[in-house]
């Protein structure tokens, strides 16, 4: 699975359309960014040399790692002066090689934070495989570390010029170091560096709203509502929401074989039903990378009256095609899965580990979806560790193909050990990750990728336990799966907000936080958390916030959505920049139909950029794309769209395109990586330096180009992070499955209907006594009088009559 995708490097050939002077210009050397002198690099064309005895020019240090043979050399062959840098890769398994600006006080460049940079250097390659490679200082330790690739140069035999601008300095940064890698075979040629500070930035912009709206945000709800009782939300390639129902929760629709779906179209407001071949409640779902919709498994069967079997998983399998509104079934898979991981790997194929079996057991075996073969593969063909994963667990794609287990997941407890994991699918290994707090407690909680892909930095959010139904946490927990032995550290608690438990809002104390809260990557970076509930399918909290991931910090008090926001909720990025919610189904088995969207502040700093041509829509990896904006902007990234349920999204993510600017030109530099941007559709955004985002434009990336064959593709360019973990976990021996208890919903089946959630324990303050329970259940507007079916484990029948209360 550590995956090495070649795909063609440098400008696609739908730029050579565009007309003989302007494909030279892109094709040769790109136009000048504005940036002003000085050059802030000392022996930038080596024509210093370095102490005596050192092997390298003043200023330049080797660099580089892994099992490769390679050269460095100071030769004549210059652009400018009488010296250039030669690096060459003779033989290559793993690693790269670089000259790099040495990592000191004298040498390395002063960096403001918040500022941006303009980097360029003349250079000549035989290989696609270069990429400018930046690392930073932290100012309070003195330590360095990688920063980020910001561009493959395409081949070119003659001098050529290279030139990208850098994201905005991270605070806390004072000095960058940089050079071009060459992880190929090949050799490289560089020389005439230059490093210049990009202008000032623009003036604050005046409020366009009032001023909460620009401080907060809006909320509004959407008059129409949601016609299916949706526990699935999925943005599709055309900016129109899938909402997945199958039976939504209700048996009375699963035992009429009545199952839903709608897509709802934002640009008017419309929704369109459609049929629906089988219980998709509770499914997994992925976008393939041709914008279909994989659907994996669903519902089976309801739990039993009596509560001895629970939830069962289907084996069925379907993808829907956004052209068409259709559903068309795929072989099924080799068992159920009901509340599967789905996670989409670099060359298109999805994994999928965890849920319940037909028989409500355990499922132990992965699966594995071929894109290639548009099929599941059979058991044998799919490595195995026979891991139980439990339900919906967050499996998240890091940057060389392995899947990082955050630790989040639906139902019960986390898994063995530490709670978190690196699962290397190619060694068939596990190996546990320290520092997950309060591992136990992580039912419903959020996993995102925060922004930028290329940072790859995971943020936990909250949790709670449908088994011990614990108030939720604040907790959130942060991992750097840079370092070489990643471990999470705490992150700042969730902000309070105001919990609604069946007698009205209060301000949430102390460590109260939620479960079933939503995290969504934003353009302007930040990440806007949501929605939520105190305990298990109840007590609703009203609170919302950005975590912003270059200061780890929360910015609390935004607007909060007016609808409760708990079990069966979505909050999702759609292309326009607003965030639209769905859902509520607590467990008094109702469900909210009301659909909200909110509009962050950066919609009501006045008028927002434009991208007012996409040469090209179709992306390869390792290509230069141009756009055209109508004014500056400062950044520019791919978001991949939402397929979101029960809090759970491991394939968001925001992926950085480091920008080459010449006015309102911008080139946009793609990575290389599948692993960080796997193929399929996502949405462009550009983004002023304000954090006003672009309405996004919709592109392709993966696919091959025209002239594919004619050119030397590159290779993906990985980096040696978490490569000093502990020893993995010794796997389990070849199993059929787990056992799973009948209550792993957290729902006492001796009551009321399957749909009805009476808690297994209800919440601590709640007193053993059956007036206290039943003033509980009263207090949550559920059912009356629920019929009991059975025992009566929680004394809910006082008078014996056969129903509750």
Partial sequence: ???????????????????????????????????????????????????????????????????????????????????????????????????????????????????????????????????????????????????????????????????????????????????????????????????????????????????????????????????????????????????????????????????????????????????????????????????????????????????????????????????????????????????PSATILGNGDVISFGGLKEDSTGNVTAEKFSAAQNKWLPVNEVNQTWSYWGLYPSMILMQDGRLFYSGSHTFGNGTPGTGASIYDYDANTITDVPGLRNKDQRDESASVLLPPAQDQRVLTIGGGNNETNPAANRITDIIDLKQPSPAYTAGPDIPLGLVDTGSGKRPQTGAEGKMYASAVLLPDGKVLETGGGLHDRADPVFEASFFDPATNTYQAGLATDPIPRTYHSASFLMPDGRVMSVGDNPGNGTYNHNMSIYTPPYLFKGPRPQITSVIDTQWVYGDTQRITVNRPVAKAELIRPAAVTHSSDPNQRFVDLPMTVDGNNIDLNVTSNPNLAPPGWYMLFAVDANGVPSIATWVHLGGPSALAATAQPPSAHEHTFANELGAPKPNPAKRDSVPVAPTVAGCDRHYGTAGVCVPTRFPAEVKETTKARCDWLAAHRYPERMKVHGSDPLRLDQDRDGYTC
């Fill in 1 to 339: 699975m550590r995956l090495k995708i070649r795909r063609r490097a440098g400008r696609r050939a739908a730029l050579l359309a565009v007309g003989a002077l302007t494909a030279g210009l892109l094709l040769t050397a790109p136009q000048q960014a504005t940036a002003g002198p000085p050059n802030l690099l000392s022996n930038p064309g080596f024509e210093t040399a370095g102490a005596p005895g050192a092997d390298m020019p003043s200023c330049w240090s080797k660099s580089g790692w892994g099992d490769n043979d390679f050269t460095f050399a100071t030769v004549p062959d210059a652009h400018g002066g009488t010296k250039a840098m030669r690096v060459s890769l003779t033989r290559r398994v793993d690693g790269d090689r670089k000259a790099l600006v040495t990592e000191n006080t004298a040498c390395a460049p002063s960096v403001a934070p918040g500022k941006q940079y303009d980097l360029s250097a003349w250079y000549k390659s035989t290989t696609p495989d270069v990429s400018v490679t930046v690392f930073r200082r932290e100012a309070a330790t003195g330590n360095w570390q990688y920063w980020t690739d910001l561009q493959n140069p395409p081949v070119s035999a003659g001098w050529a010029r290279t030139e990208v601008r850098t994201p905005v300095v991270p605070p806390g940064t004072d000095k960058i170091a940089w050079g071009l890698s060459v992880y190929g075979v090949g050799t490289l040629t560089t020389d005439d560096y230059a490093l210049e500070e990009v202008g000032a930035a623009p003036p604050q912009p005046a409020c366009s709203g009032t001023a909460q709206e620009c401080a907060k945000g809006r909320w509004e709800v959407v008059p129409a509502k949601n016609p299916v009782r949706s526990m699935h939300a999925v943005v599709l390639r055309n900016g129109k929401v899938l909402l997945i129902a199958g039976s939504g929760n209700d048996i009375a629709q699963f035992n009429a074989g009545t199952f839903t779906s709608a897509v709802y179209d934002p640009a008017n407001g419309s929704f369109r039903t459609i049929p629906t071949p089988v219980d998709m409640f509770c499914s997994g779902h992925v976008q393939l990378s041709d914008g279909r919709v994989l659907v994996m498994s669903g519902n089976k069967g309801y739990p039993s009256a009596d509560g001895t079997i629970g939830y069962q998983g289907l084996k069925d399998s379907y993808t829907f095609d956004p052209a068409t509104e259709t559903y068309t079934k795929t072989n099924d898979m080799n068992g159920g899965h009901w509340y």
